[in-house]
C-alpha cells in the first residue's frame, strides 16, 4: 500500500466541495510571500507555507492541510518536485493539488525546495492526531498482509522502496489519498512512477470500513 501523501493540501474524494474561501485565500498569501523570498531561507520560504500548513508545520485541517512534521525528507522532497513538474496536482478534480501546485511552481528551484525541507525537517517530529475510529485489530491484519511489505512492519517508511511512513501522517490526509489513488485522481500518469504503482494497488482493501481500519492501526504505531 504505498500511500503517498504528502506534501500539503488536496482535495477530498467523495462529498468534499474543495477549497474554501479561507483555504484559497492562504494560497493566495503563499504564492505572493514565496514570489518575494529569499531561495535559500529555508526559514523565509516556510513563511508561505505557514499560511495553510501552520507556524510549526502542524497542520491545519480546515484548510485540508496535513501535518508535515510526521514525514521523511526524501518523501517531502519528491512531493514539493512532483507538484512543480505538474506529475501532481493536475487533475481536474484534485482542486487542492492545483492549488499546491500553484505554489511549489514558485519555488525558484531545487535550493529552494532543499531549503524548505531541511527547514521542516528542523522542526523535529510530531505525531498527528488520530481523527479516525474503527477496528485496530483487524486494520492490523490487513496491514500485515498488504501494506508492511512497503511501509514497514510499524508503519515507518522504506526510503529503498521509495515508500513514505504513515505512522503519524493525518490520517484523514491518508484516506483521502488513498481513495484518490482509487478513483484515477492522483497516480494516473506513468510519469508519477511511485504513485502510478500506488494507484495499482488501491483497490486492494476491499471498503472504507477496512481502510479506516488499518489507518487507525498505522496512527497506533506514531511515536
Not at 107 to 136: F, H
Request: charged fraction near 20%; proline fraction near 3%; aromatic fraction near 8%.
Amino acid at each position: 500500500m504505498m500511500l503517498p501523501f504528502a506534501l500539503l493540501t488536496l482535495v477530498a474524494c467523495s462529498g468534499d466541495v474543495g477549497p474554501s474561501a479561507d483555504s484559497e485565500q492562504a494560497a493566495s498569501q503563499a504564492q505572493q510571500l514565496l514570489a518575494t523570498g529569499a531561495a535559500g531561507d529555508g526559514k523565509q520560504l516556510y513563511a508561505a507555507c505557514a499560511a495553510c500548513h501552520g507556524a510549526k508545520a502542524e497542520g491545519n485541517k480546515a484548510l485540508a492541510a496535513p501535518s508535515l512534521r510526521n514525514q521523511q525528507d526524501w518523501y517531502l522532497r519528491r512531493q514539493l518536485q512532483a507538484y512543480r513538474s505538474g506529475v501532481r496536482g493536475s487533475h481536474e478534480k484534485d482542486a487542492y493539488g492545483m492549488q499546491m501546485q500553484a505554489i511549489a511552481k514558485t519555488l525558484p528551484d531545487d535550493a529552494a525546495v532543499d531549503a524548505v525541507v531541511a527547514y521542516i525537517s528542523g522542526l523535529g517530529k510530531k505525531a498527528a492526531e488520530a481523527t479516525l475510529t474503527g477496528n485496530a485489530k483487524r486494520g492490523a491484519d490487513y496491514y500485515s498482509n498488504l501494506c508492511g511489505a512497503c511501509h514497514g512492519p510499524a508503519a515507518e517508511g522504506n526510503d529503498i522502496l521509495q515508500a513514505p511512513a504513515l505512522a503519524g501522517v493525518d490520517d484523514w490526509y491518508l484516506q483521502r489519498q488513498y481513495e484518490h489513488f482509487q478513483q484515477g485522481i492522483r497516480g494516473a500518469s506513468e510519469d508519477d512512477k511511485y504513485g502510478y504503482q500506488m494507484a495499482m494497488m488501491a483497490n486492494t482493501l476491499p471498503s472504507t470500513e477496512v481502510l479506516k481500519d488499518v489507518l487507525v492501526y498505522t496512527q497506533s504505531l506514531a511515536r
